[in-house]
């Protein structure tokens, strides 16, 4: 089994309210539910910063779309750019 520590938070009580629902209705311990919650916050979280810190580096590089590639989007959704 793998190692875990306790952390203590504060849950506005309709949250709570909801927490504890939502454990009875999933016969998951309210203890999993957050733990998982914040683990997929933590991973969404990671991967946006990834992600943004990844298009700073190419936009600090130049490397942008050329007319031709706007253009082929704009056309693709049905947008007059000009």
């Known amino acids: ?3 875990s ?3 203590t938070i504060r849950l506005e009580p309709e949250l709570k309210s909801r927490l ?3 454990a009875a209705t ?3 311990s ?3 539910l957050a733990s998982e919650a914040v683990r997929e916050f933590i991973e ?3 991967w946006q910063i990834q992600e943004i ?3 700073l580096k190419e936009a600090d590089e130049g490397d942008f779309s050329s007319p031709e590639e706007e253009a082929a989007v704009f056309n693709k959704w049905g947008v007059d750019a000009d």
Do not use: P
Request: glycine content about 0%; hydrophobic content about 35%; overall charge positive.
């Open 53 to 55: 810190k990844a298009a």
């Open 30 to 32: 309210k203890s999993f």
């Open 1 to 3: 089994m793998s190692q």
């Open 20 to 22: 504890d629902r939502l």
């Open 26 to 28: 999933t016969h998951r």
């Open 5 to 7: 520590t306790t952390m």
């Open 44 to 46: 969404f979280n990671e």
